[in-house]
């Protein structure tokens, strides 16, 4: 059993920058490691997935230029930049065994607790 446990949320105004932490344990070699995030009465929306194994991340058009993904042993990262209002959500982490890494939210089966990110005008 996968548990992941996410790290780094809080508020910031526009234009700053955060660095999201989620620790794994109990995940082997040969997952898929993402991040979505979901704002209040919007849809649940990807925002980054890589594999462990290397490779080119997938991320969302809505972030592309602004957010980096990175997998570090047993910890995957999401760095924010450029954070803008409506980069507002809670950030869920996810883990899926697979080397194919969709945006997709009912693709991963292991989800951490969340962590809220607040951006500010």
């Known amino acids: 059993q996968v548990q992941l446990v996410e790290s780094g949320g809080g508020s910031v105004q526009t234009g700053g920058s955060l660095r999201l932490s989620c620790t794994a344990s109990?995940?082997?070699?040969?997952?898929?490691m993402g991040w979505f995030r979901q704002a209040p009465g919007k849809e649940r929306e990807g925002v980054a997935a890589?594999?462990?194994?290397?490779?080119t991340p997938n991320y969302g058009d809505a972030v592309k230029g602004r957010f980096i993904i990175t997998i570090d042993k047993e910890t995957t990262y999401l760095q924010l930049n450029s954070l803008k209002p409506e980069d507002t959500a809670m950030y869920y982490c996810?883990?899926?065994?697979?080397?194919?890494?969709?945006?997709?939210?009912?693709?991963?089966?292991?989800w951490g607790q969340g962590t809220q990110v607040t951006v500010s005008s």
């Open positions: 890589a594999y462990t194994g290397g490779g």
């Open positions: 109990g995940r082997g070699y040969n997952y898929c």
């Open positions: 996810v883990a899926e065994p697979s080397t194919y890494c969709p945006l997709r939210s009912t693709y991963y089966r292991y």
